[in-house]
């Protein structure tokens, strides 16, 4: 069979299954309800990231790595004074996986892009690490994400419209960023994938 052939046959089989959901997670409990799936097939618009060899000097054999970061979708997007259930998700696609570990929940003072950062800087993904008693990478710093990474030598590519079947390993509600001018705490995912396709 060929790649595409391949595929087909793994969707019949998840659907078949009931494994598979098509929209991302709103918040940080979707996935933990009756209706969350083990994969998620979901079209997207996202910006490619690319780490060159040069800002990756604690993780020497990897050549190059690249991501894609999707934003929340606005119309989950909520303000207010006090919010228990934050909604709207960035979803961080890795083009490799970085561990084989399962789908997991919030930890605190660890966000999604710090377990990134983690894995970038030589360390278990899920390592708290605080720069000044503060996550930068995460509800401590108001840069978009894709700021956050460039800051550490990575490169914006572009932005496209994709399609990814992708299995979720890690979700925190502690990403924050700025929204319509206001400063805005949302949730960010990990997840890995099995294909990626670009509109061509």
Known sequence: ??????????LKYLKSKDALQYIGSRDMYDSFN???KAFVLET???????????????????KYFALWISNPNTSDIQHGEIILNYTGTFLYITQMWLDNGWYSPIRSGCSALQAIVNYLEGRPILNTILHGGSE???????????????????????TKEITCLYQKRYITNEQCYIFNSKETRVNDLLAYPIFISEEI
């Open 34 to 36: 009756n209706n969350g």
């Open 136 to 158: 930068r990478f995460g509800r401590s710093n108001f840069q978009h994400p894709i700021d956050k990474l460039i800051s550490l030598g990575a490169k914006k590519g572009s």
């Open 44 to 62: 997207m618009k996202a910006t490619q990231i690319i780490f060159p060899p040069e800002s990756l000097k604690d993780t020497p054999d990897l």
């Open 1 to 10: 069979m060929n790649n595409h052939e391949k595929i087909e046959l793994l």
